[in-house]
């Protein structure tokens, strides 16, 4: 897969801003992240931080996403059926934990991935592993950047959009990364934050297992 042509924020400015806001949030933050690994602690049980492994940007010489782990606090139990298989999310998932979702507390251990480079601040949202061999060419352009914090997605319906419209936001924004348009995510999502909107998918705890969608289908103007 070919890189796309960079402009002058994205290439030179995007990244330190990224850098300085992360660490001067996880500094203002650090009460907020101490009292949140305690109550999670006594809540939900450890470890306190949930890792997985998640595809970022495109490697220039490999051509595949590189792989890295997310760190969240977590907002589910190891609660098990009589066989020892975890029972499904919506299970597992308490009234803390929802709450911590609806007001993406969850999230803010990301910001050690966004220090690292892992992660941008605004960015498609870094997906599953699993997910990588299910994405159309088109789909699959959203690994060009730095998956984010929050996104175009995020702020136009979040888990109420289906996977199609979620990627063609993606894509969108992957197209045009300007310094405006991630100032206007970033005050979208305080606004979606504050309202917890879209938190989860009609039916589901979260979000539906993405299973492919095929051909790239026609995008309808979306802003």
């Given at each position: 897969?070919?890189?796309?042509?960079?402009?002058?924020?994205?290439?030179?400015?995007?990244?330190?801003?990224?850098f300085i806001l992360s660490f001067f949030g996880l500094l203002i933050l650090s009460?907020?992240?101490?009292?949140?690994?305690?109550?999670?602690?006594?809540?939900?049980?450890?470890?306190?931080i949930f890792t997985q492994k998640r595809p970022g940007r495109m490697d220039k010489i490999s051509g595949e996403p590189k792989i890295f782990s997310l760190c969240k606090f977590r907002t589910m139990t190891n609660a098990?059926?009589?066989?020892?298989?975890?029972?499904?999310?919506?299970?597992?998932?308490?009234?803390?934990?929802?709450?911590?979702?609806?007001?993406?507390?969850?999230?803010?251990?990301?910001l050690f991935n966004i220090l690292k480079g892992d992660m941008a601040i605004v960015g498609p949202r870094p997906l599953l592993v699993r997910y990588l061999g299910r994405y159309n060419k088109t789909q699959a352009r959203r690994?060009?950047?730095?998956?984010?914090?929050?996104?175009?997605?995020?702020?136009?319906?979040?888990?109420?959009?289906?996977?199609?419209e979620k990627f063609a936001y993606d894509v969108k924004y992957v197209d045009k990364v300007t310094f405006i348009g991630d100032f206007r995510i970033i005050l979208q999502t305080i606004g979606t934050v504050?309202?917890?909107?879209?938190?989860?998918?009609?039916?589901?705890?979260?979000?539906?297992?993405?299973?492919?969608?095929?051909?790239?289908k026609a995008e309808k103007e979306l802003l």
């Open positions: 897969m070919q890189h796309k042509p960079y402009g002058v924020y994205e290439k030179f400015l995007k990244r330190p801003f990224d009460p907020v992240f101490l009292i949140l690994a305690i109550l999670v602690r006594i809540k939900l049980g450890s470890p306190v098990c059926d009589s066989d020892g298989v975890l029972l499904p999310d919506s299970e597992r998932l308490t009234k803390f934990g929802r709450f911590l979702r609806s007001t993406s507390l969850d999230e803010l251990p990301e690994h060009e950047v730095r998956p984010g914090f929050t996104g175009l997605a995020q702020v136009n319906g979040r888990n109420a959009l289906s996977w199609e504050l309202k917890r909107e879209g938190i989860s998918a009609e039916g589901e705890a979260t979000m539906s297992e993405f299973t492919g969608s095929g051909e790239v």
